[in-house]
């Protein structure tokens, strides 16, 4: 069975910095695309970050975000600098059967097979 389980969530002041990680468990995503989302109160999921052999963001994070994998772990990371009150939601992880995606399948809720139960970000202004 596989689970993806996300932590590193908290309570953080603007301009601050958190690293979330989804550790997995029940296969090996090693080369696996996984992508990070988010959703706030009252909206949609939405895409933030998702790695294969590259990376890929969206342009509310670039430059601010970035994703990494560690395989011998079976976790990606995500880091979070220069945080915003707009960051605040629940962060999700998710995983693909694929080992490769572009455009749309990178970015889509849809198109991942597996979520984490997600955890809390609140960023105080």
């Known amino acids: 069975q596989v689970q993806l389980v996300e932590s590193g969530g908290g309570l953080v002041q603007a301009g601050g910095s958190l690293r979330l990680s989804c550790a997995a468990s029940g296969r090996t995503f090693s080369t696996n695309v996984m992508g990070w989302f988010r959703q706030a109160p009252g909206n949609e999921r939405e895409f933030v970050a998702a790695?294969?052999?590259?990376?890929y963001y969206a342009d509310s994070v670039k430059g601010r975000f970035t994703i990494s994998r560690d395989n011998t772990k079976n976790t990606v990371y995500l880091q979070m600098n220069s945080l915003k009150p707009e960051d605040t939601a629940v962060y999700y992880c998710a995983a693909q059967m694929r080992d490769y995606c572009s455009g749309y399948v990178c970015y889509g809720p849809p198109w991942y097979d597996y979520w984490g139960q997600g955890t809390q970000v609140t960023v105080s202004s």
């Open positions: 790695i294969t052999t590259r990376t």
